[in-house]
């Protein structure tokens, strides 16, 4: 089983919300990611958490805030966004794993993304 | 600087007809290279991981190829359910971690 699942699958919000997304995986994977897409654009890296502890900011407004709670949840949290913020969200997983020779398989299985509208 | 380069942007089939979409990589410490499929709205669906140049991986109407300097996603008498946006990564190291390098996509109409 390959399943990543977010929640929810679209959500509208003011510009004085706070909401939040939620990703789970029951694969075993330590290695949990946000992206953010545009139409007609590839995936843009947000957050990665590598074994529940934030890894990599790719220098995020501070509207998002991301939350690791345990290996198979990942959250991320809404506050006062921008119309401009308006996009496809994204959670991937994989695998992580340590210590193999030859190198690791980081294969991201994605999830069906939430669409958001900021008004 | 690492980059990513996905051609043709756009391509548009008749059922049957077979083509290539192809995937040029510029590089420093490849670790994989990755082909999805997304369709609207949704999010990518992963077909393949290559790690070394010569693999070869199938399936179905599918299949990926690569090279020391580019990939090719070989797609045989295409169906109208094939049609879709392919998206190319490559993995390279970020510090302890690893990050894919995307290109922009090939979107790909195929009709009856």
């Known amino acids: 089983d390959t399943e990543v699942t977010q929640t929810p699958k679209h959500l509208v919000m003011g510009m004085t919300n706070k909401k939040s997304l939620k990703c789970e995986q029951h694969?075993?994977?330590?290695?949990m990611y946000w992206y953010k897409q545009k139409a007609k654009k590839p995936p843009e890296l947000m957050f990665v958490?590598?074994?529940?502890?934030?890894?990599i900011n790719e220098s995020v407004p501070s509207r998002f805030s991301p939350e690791c709670p345990n290996s198979s949840l990942l959250n991320l949290h809404l506050h006062a966004l921008q119309p401009e913020d308006s996009a496809l969200y994204l959670c991937?997983?994989?695998?992580?794993?340590?210590?193999?020779?030859?190198?690791?398989?980081?294969?991201?299985?994605f999830g069906p993304g939430t669409r958001l509208l900021v008004l | 600087e690492d980059q990513v380069t996905q051609s043709p942007e756009a391509l548009r089939l008749q059922e049957g007809e077979s083509s290539s979409l192809n995937c040029s990589y510029t590089?420093?410490?490849?670790?994989?290279l990755f082909w999805y499929r997304q369709d609207p709205g949704k999010g990518p669906e992963f077909l393949f991981t290559?790690?070394?140049?010569?693999e070869e991986k199938e399936k179905e109407r599918l299949k990926a190829t690569l090279t020391k300097k580019e990939s090719f996603l070989h797609i045989t008498a295409p169906k109208p359910e094939d049609s879709a946006t392919y998206l190319c990564?490559?993995?390279?190291?970020?510090?302890?971690?690893?990050?894919?390098?995307w290109g922009l996509g090939t979107s790909l109409a195929v009709n009856p």
């Open positions: 958490y590598s074994y529940e502890k934030l890894s």
């Open positions: 290559l790690y070394s140049a010569g």
């Open positions: 694969m075993g994977h330590r290695a």
């Open positions: 590089v420093s410490g490849l670790r994989g």
């Open positions: 990564a490559v993995q390279v190291y970020a510090g302890n971690n690893r990050k894919l390098i």
């Open positions: 991937a997983s994989s695998p992580a794993l340590r210590g193999r020779v030859g190198g690791v398989k980081e294969t991201q299985y």
